[in-house]
Each structure stands twice: as C-alpha cells, then as structure tokens.
C-alpha cells in the first residue's frame, strides 16, 4: 500500500502531471491488457532514479520497469506498486561517426530510422520491433539473424542503490533472449551502439523489405505481444503449435493466430486471463504431443 508520506516524497521529486494513481495498464501494453497499477510514473531523468529507487529498495515498495509494454502480460488484477515508466520521456540520442547513443526509453523503430538517416548500417533488424531501447537490451531482441548483443559497445546502467555502473559488452551476459539485466536487479539507462557505415538506399531498402515480410507473415493486425514463445532448441515454436492442432484455437478473446501460430493475440475483448489460459493450453498440448516445453517470452506482471 502506497501511503501519503510515500506519496508526498515521490512528488519533491516527480512533478505532479507524470505521476498518475490507479491507471490502466492496458492503455500501455501491445496486448492492450492489465487492470490498474496503485500508481503509475513517467520518468523523465537519471536523477529521479537516483532518489526513487534506492527509497523504494529501502521501504520494501514494489516497482517494476516498464518500457513500451510490448512484452508484458499485466494481470487483469493490475499491480500493486509503482510502475516506473521509461518511455519518451527519456529518449535523447547523439550520433558521433559510426557510435549511437541512446537513452532507454527510445523506441528501437526510431532509433533505426535515425542510423538510417546517418548511413549507419547494422540496426535494420530492430526497425519493427516495438519496443525501447532498454526493453531491447534486457531480452536481447533480435529478429532476422541481428540481436541487440551484436551492435551493442556498453551498457550505462543502475543498480538497487541507485548507483551507475557502465558495464561493456562481454560484462552484459548476452544470451538467447536474455541479459545480465534480465537476471539482476539492474535498469537500462543509456546505450551505445557500434554500427558500420553503409549506404543510406540500401538500408531503406532492407527496412522495407524486412516491413512487408512481417506484414506477410505477422498478424499486425490484432493486440500481442509479439512471439509468445521462446524458440525451443531444434525446433520452431509456431510449427509444433500448429502441428499439435492448435491453429485458432481460442478461449475467451485470446486466440492463437490463424496467420502465425507462435503469436497469441487479443481479438479485441480478451481478458489477461484469457490470454494466460491460452498460452497454459498451448504448453499442456505441446508437451505431451512432442515432449518439447514451451518457454513464455512474455513477461507475466501482478496476480493472475
Ligand atoms: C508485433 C510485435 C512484434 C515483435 N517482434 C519482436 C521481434 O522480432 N524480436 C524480439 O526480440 N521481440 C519482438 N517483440 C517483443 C518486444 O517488442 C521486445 O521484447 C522488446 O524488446 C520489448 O521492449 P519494451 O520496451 O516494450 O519492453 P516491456 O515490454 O515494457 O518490458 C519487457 C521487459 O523489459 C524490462 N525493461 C523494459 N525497459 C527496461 C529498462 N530500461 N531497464 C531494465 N529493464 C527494462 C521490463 O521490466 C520487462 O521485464 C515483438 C512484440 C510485438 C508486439
């Protein structure tokens, strides 16, 4: 329970019109899903960090980081504790030769449209993927053969004093949808990224053409989260599903895709639990046909 002492303190240090009680997570979530959060905060600053989380660790409130949204699975309960938003908020980059500096919270589209602009090559993989930097960095999403971990030089970020760590890339523990962020306590402030001098047309090109596979492929046109599942070793995901029989199978308004079976979308009125039943099904009917465990990518949030 988030009291009025706690909330005085985080008002000397957040300005009113970024802190918002009881909003709907769904509004901030790709699978536009989740019931409230007790409070809701933009962050705009390393600064504000610096205070919030060290005084969060020390009360024992809960916080969770929230990019883009696109990759969390909020309960329909909601959360009970303060989600710390780094969006937009946070997005300065600088451009100096072939390095890009980021902070976390701008959008990976945006930032490859700006190594476009500059004739920097390396990030068009990330150009539709839907979320920030920070988020990116602490999955390592990658897509088409590029991860984050191959352009990413150092990572700037905070630990649960608040202190300020730059951490180089053989420090980040770079793995198959995963980082050191992903297992400690840690959050993305700033990235650097190493990328190649290339020609500008032909990194458009390959944006556009990596665009229209995904509009051919992906179901662009319903709420998800992207790839509900991790790719199992030797296998795809989306095939065993549709293999086990699951194409459209659907319960409430989730439903696992027609077009693409390793996406579990919302086809407008599903509930988080909805979703959650889906993807439970999913790994029941998987395991005992192939044997094969299904490891969510999706990061479930609050009490289902
Ligand atoms: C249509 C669609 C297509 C997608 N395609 C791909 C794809 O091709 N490849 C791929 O890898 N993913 C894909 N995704 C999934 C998702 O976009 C990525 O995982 C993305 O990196 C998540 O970033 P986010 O900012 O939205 O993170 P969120 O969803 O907001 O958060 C995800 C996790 O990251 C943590 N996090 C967020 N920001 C920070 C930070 N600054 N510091 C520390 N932790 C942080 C959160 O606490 C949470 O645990 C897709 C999603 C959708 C909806």
């Known amino acids: 329970m988030i009291n009025e002492d706690i909330r005085e303190y985080i008002g000397t240090i957040v300005p009113p019109e970024d802190i918002f009680s009881n909003e709907l997570l769904r509004g901030h979530t790709t699978f536009r899903v989740g019931g409230e959060a007790e409070l809701f905060i933009k962050i705009s600053n390393q600064d504000q960090l610096v205070k919030l989380i060290p005084f969060f660790n020390r009360l024992e409130i809960d916080y969770f980081i929230l990019g883009n949204g696109s990759n969390v699975l909020v309960s329909d309960n909601g959360y009970q504790g303060v989600i710390l938003q780094i969006g937009e908020h946070m997005s300065e980059v600088t451009v100096n030769g072939n390095i890009i500096t980021a902070q976390a919270g701008v959008l990976l589209s945006k930032l490859a449209a700006i190594a476009c602009e500059h004739g920097l090559t390396g990030m068009e993989f990330a150009s539709g993927i839907p979320g920030t930097v920070g988020g ?17 030089q150092s990572v700037v970020i905070m630990n649960k004093a608040g202190e300020l760590m730059e951490l180089n890339h053989d420090t980040m523990e ?53 790839s509900t599942f991790k790719r199992p070793h030797g296998h795809y995901a989306g095939k065993l599903i549709m293999d086990a029989g699951l194409r459209g199978f659907s319960i409430g308004g989730a439903c696992v895709s027609e077009k693409h079976c390793g996406f579990v979308v919302n086809r407008g009125n599903a509930t988080a639990t909805d979703i959650l039943e889906v993807i439970k099904e999913i790994q029941d009917r998987v395991y005992d046909r192939f044997d094969v465990t299904l490891e969510p990518e999706v990061i479930c949030l609050g009490d289902f």
């Open 136 to 152: 990116g960095i602490m999955m390592n999403a990658g897509a088409y053969d590029g991860e984050m971990a191959q352009i990413t």
């Open 174 to 226: 770079f793995g198959y949808r995963t980082s050191v962020v992903k297992n400690r306590p840690y959050i993305v402030m700033e990235v650097t990224l190493a990328l190649t001098v290339g020609n500008k047309e032909d990194i458009k090109a390959k944006m556009e053409q990596l665009a229209r596979q995904r509009r051919e492929k992906q179901p662009l046109e319903y709420a998800s989260a992207g």
